[in-house]
């Protein structure tokens, strides 16, 4: 037997155990699985029984004295799947309940925890009450991926908290459809969702070989392609993301699409993940040109940072030349200076006084606010590019919740135009016009700066001259050019885009990631409730439908605790962090609050109390390799992820920012800015994997209160 015929294939659990070993056998791993790839029934190799074991096909081989490696051992082929490695007795015992099979409808190959199944059902059928999936078929539930065996426990389930409690231990394509038909989806809908799990051939459930290239066998085993490969997946961090790729957001990755495609998802469900992995699969199977270049844009210039360094651990040297990661502001300013642009891009520093100096020329009749003006001017001014009076007189106003006929436009129409006079009077523009020369610049010069794709990260908050940019950028008959991905949930910059008018149709290549795979569900729904009562876009002009939103893991309820002062506050953060840093020195904890001069406060009082942090900077990337707590505004942990978040001063004078939006009398104007602020907390809160600890001072913010009175 040589080594091209032998296929071996790492477990995600495998990989969740190898990080869990003592580092003196994490060491013994890498030359363990090159010998065994080599030649895996050789005499080193002792395969034993697992006497008990409910699926026979598993054995034990020795990785040491005290540890033991537990392999799927099919009888046709030269395929092995290593599932687990632990101690002897723990191996063991882990390996008595489980079963590794084919799927008879989907063909892929399937881990099920038999011992949790059988708990359930006992626990739940003697459940009088309507059971959740009464309604549909076995057939159907097998073609949507629950495996046969545990059928009779799924029939007899009865609410969504009984199936959570099979969430581990059951494959992710099956527990997905699950969560969707209990959200009230149709089979047919979740077969949209999803991905049409039914299958015109025949599966053969012995043939391990073919079973490992579906989706769903590709999001729990890796297969390990040679030595080098090996020690490169051993040896860098063991982030799951990095190898494993879920069922549908594989099929998203590595489909072939006929025009732009819109990803939606809240927050952990996978998005960026999706939109690094994306840059990367194009850049292998587009990019065939030696000049040929995918672009990978977001909003912010951090976050294009962090999205950098982590596309680094899943590209080659050679896919990371192909790839731009850049924010689009960013890209705009360095296109306009390699044209000689001959004005300066200003984000508020100067053009502050020339806006204030416009405001004197506002018409005292109308007697309108000076956040009217502002908001008018980038709403509509400057979201439609409108350069003239006779086009901001025939523009839609739709949306604004001040009414203006032809004669109060043409009057405050002077604010904007005496504002444009003096940028061009000191050679300044605003980072909206910038976008917008850089978009007439490339359509002159058309494919002289075209990409063969671009994909969007955090498309929620890109204006619409940013996506007509964007539509510039790419020839749209070109295949695989758009890949847009955003949550409206997380909206913190802008007021809503609509792609159809940006010449982007998504004409129903529209997708939801809907199962969230960060927080656990008690954070996912106390975050969720933040945004309650508000309608969350879909950047097309529509409301997204939030039906079937989940988390799959358990933890606890988010902790709000309000004290009296500010020394008061910081106690019982210190008190806490020294609570939990004792109990696990390797977790991630970040402080996060809604100013910089909240940052400097918090940092300087815990760092007095002996508390080591570092301050996550708004231009750089998240250094893993320095030691301390996290400390970063809300804005900044956008994008970042953390085991514990602290959200301090959560408090009602700074939760929400009393902005001049919102104190409006423009009733839109003020809703959208409260959305924002509640949007930015739902984004600071979504950054924990476990525990949130929610503190501030004073008066609670009234976000956090209806949450706790209700």
């Given amino acids: 037997m040589t080594e091209l015929h032998i296929k071996v294939a790492m477990s995600e659990l495998f990989t969740l155990a190898i990080t869990r070993l003592p580092k003196s056998q994490q060491e013994k791993i890498h030359p363990f699985l090159v010998e065994f790839r080599r030649n ?55 390996a008595q309940n489980r079963v590794c099979d084919i799927h008879p409808e989907t063909g892929a190959i399937q881990v099920i925890d038999t011992e949790v199944i059988s708990k359930v059902k006992e626990e739940v059928e003697q459940n009088v009450e309507t059971k959740l999936f009464s309604e549909i078929r076995d057939r159907e539930l097998a073609s949507l991926g629950v495996p046969e065996g545990i059928l009779p426990t799924v029939r007899e389930l009865t609410s969504e908290d009984e199936l959570d409690a099979i969430a581990k231990s059951v494959p992710i394509e099956a527990h997905n459809a699950l969560v969707l038909l209990a959200a009230g989806y149709t089979v047919e809908e979740v077969y949209r969702e999803l991905g049409d799990s039914t299958k015109t051939k025949v599966i053969d459930i012995n043939d391990f070989d073919t079973a490992l290239e579906t989706n769903e066998s590709r999001s729990r085993f890796y297969v390990v392609g040679d030595d080098a490969e090996l020690a490169e997946i051993l040896n860098a961090p063991l982030e799951k993301w990095r190898v494993f790729l879920h069922p549908t957001q594989r099929r998203l990755v590595e489909s072939s699409w006929d025009g732009p495609v819109r990803v939606l998802g809240g927050a952990g469900t996978g998005k960026t993940v999706v939109a690094m992995h994306r840059a990367k699969w194009l850049a292998k199977t587009v990019c065939s040109k030696p000049n040929d270049k995918i ?129 061009d009077e000191h050679a300044l523009k605003e980072p909206e016009d910038a976008i917008r020369d850089a978009r007439m610049m490339v359509e002159e010069e058309g494919d002289a700066v075209a990409y063969k794709s671009i994909v969007v990260d955090e498309a929620q908050d890109m204006g619409e001259e940013a996506f007509c940019l964007i539509r510039a950028l790419v020839p749209s008959e070109q295949k695989n050019d758009l890949f847009i991905v955003g949550d409206g949930h997380q909206r913190i910059y802008r007021h809503p885009s609509v792609l159809s008018r940006c010449g982007i149709d998504i004409n129903n290549r529209s997708h939801v990631l809907r199962i969230n795979y960060r927080t656990t569900e008690q954070i996912r729904k106390w975050a969720t409730s933040l945004l309650e009562g508000c309608e969350v876009d879909d950047m097309d002009g529509d409301v997204e439908n939030p039906q079937g939103y989940r988390s799959l893991l358990q933890g606890i309820t988010p902790s709000v605790v309000c004290l009296r002062n500010f020394e008061e506050e910081v106690d019982v953060i210190f008190s806490y962090l020294n609570k939990y840093m004792d109990k696990d020195e390797q977790c991630s904890v970040c402080i996060a609050v809604r100013t910089n001069w909240m940052v400097e406060d918090y940092r300087n009082a815990l760092k007095q109390k002996g508390i080591k942090l570092y301050k996550v900077r708004r231009d750089q990337a998240d250094d893993l390799s320095k030691s301390g707590i996290r400390i970063a505004t809300m804005h900044r942990v956008k994008g970042l992820e953390y085991d514990i978040m602290i959200i301090a001063g959560a408090d009602n004078a700074t939760l929400p920012m009393p902005t001049p939006a919102l104190k409006s009398k423009d009733p839109v104007v003020c809703r959208d800015a409260e959305f924002n602020e509640r949007a930015l907390f739902y984004v600071a809160v979504t950054r924990a994997k476990k525990e949130v600890l929610v503190t501030c001072y004073g008066i609670i913010s009234k976000f956090v209160n209806n949450i706790v009175a209700a």
């Fill in 40 to 94: 895996p029934t050789g005499p080193g190799f002792n395969y034993e029984k697992i006497r008990g074991a409910k699926d026979k096909k598993l054995r034990s081989i020795r990785l040491d004295q005290a540890y033991r490696v537990i392999v799927a051992r099919p009888e046709k082929g030269n395929v092995y799947l290593m599932l687990w490695v632990d101690k002897h007795d723990d191996a063991y015992a882990w």
């Fill in 295 to 423: 672009l990978l844009t977001t909003f912010t210039r951090n976050l294009s940072e962090d999205i950098r360094e982590n596309l680094k651990k899943i590209c080659t040297e050679k896919e990371m030349e192909r790839i731009d990661v850049i924010n689009l502001d960013q890209w705009a300013i360095d296109y306009l200076r390699k044209h000689s642009y001959n004005f300066h891009i200003d984000y508020g520093n100067h053009t502050r006084k020339l806006w204030n100096k416009a405001l004197d020329d506002a018409p005292k009749d109308l007697n309108m606010e000076e956040g009217f003006y502002r908001e008018e001017w980038e709403r509509i001014i400057q979201s439609r590019g409108i350069r003239s009076l006779e086009e901001y007189i025939k523009v839609s106003r739709v949306g604004r919740g001040t009414r203006l006929d032809r004669k109060q436009r043409a009057q405050v129409w002077r604010v904007f135009e005496r504002y444009r006079e003096l940028l």
